[in-house]
């Protein structure tokens, strides 16, 4: 199975300031049709997760500009230009390049 | 966007089962794979089960492969997750959740399953 490990697993940010979550994997995500299925996740307390990014860097449907998704092969990175209060929460990466479908353990953000 | 909303969760003594349903709200339901993902009280997620859009192919997680059935009816938008032989360790709100194309786009509410005895 793939094991996909995201650091850091807490990170507290201010408001206005950058945020960034590393996601590596136990193994390259280039799916055999040459994409790579590494997509990000956010999960506010008490609600389902939405997608935010898929593809390592393409922006689901009405995510803010400031997130996006970066990297390749094993190594993946997801930035917040400017952090606000409504983007508190977990964040997860998830590959779907092979079965089991695997998540990382989540990276909580949190207001200092 | 599709709405999924799950049902069929509650309180259940091990080795007992449980049917999970999952009933989506467009008729484009049938054009997608769908799939259930688990998070236990205050862990992670956890993918489950994976299907495809006409039924033909079924994928699981190690831990429940031969005692959890994924299945699904396209003539009733609903998506099925049958838990046979519950443990405890399968505690956890289910989510059913749409493949968009190797991502999921679209998540219901959730539906709690506690195994206890």
């Known amino acids: 199975d793939i094991v996909m490990t995201q650091t850091p697993l807490a990170s507290p940010v201010t408001l206005g300031q950058p945020a960034s979550i590393s996601c590596r994997s136990s193994q390259s995500l280039v799916y055999s049709d040459g994409n790579t299925y590494l997509s990000w996740l956010h999960q506010r307390p008490g609600q389902p997760p939405r997608l935010l990014i898929y593809e390592i860097s393409k922006r689901f449907s009405g995510v803010p500009d400031r997130f996006s998704g970066s990297g390749a092969g094993t190594d993946f990175t997801l930035k917040i230009s400017r952090v606000e209060s409504e983007d508190v929460g977990v964040y997860y990466c998830?590959?779907?390049?092979?079965?089991?479908?695997?998540f990382g353990q989540g990276t909580k953000v949190e207001i200092k | 966007q599709v709405h999924l909303v799950e049902s069929g969760g509650g309180v259940v003594q091990p080795g007992r089962s449980l049917r999970l349903s999952c009933a989506a709200s467009r008729s484009d339901f049938r054009n997608y794979a769908m799939h259930w993902v688990r998070q236990a009280p205050g862990k992670g997620l956890d993918w489950v089960a994976g299907i495809s859009f006409d039924g033909t192919y079924e994928f699981y997680a190690h831990s429940v492969r031969g005692r959890f059935t994924i299945s699904r009816d396209n003539s009733k938008s609903t998506l099925y997750l049958q838990m046979n032989s519950l443990r405890a360790d399968d505690t956890a709100v289910y989510y059913c959740?749409?493949?968009?194309?190797?991502?999921?786009?679209?998540w219901g509410q959730g539906t709690l399953v506690a195994v206890s005895s």
């Open positions: 998830m590959q779907a390049t092979q079965f089991p479908w695997t």
């Open positions: 959740t749409r493949n968009g194309y190797y991502y999921f786009d679209d």
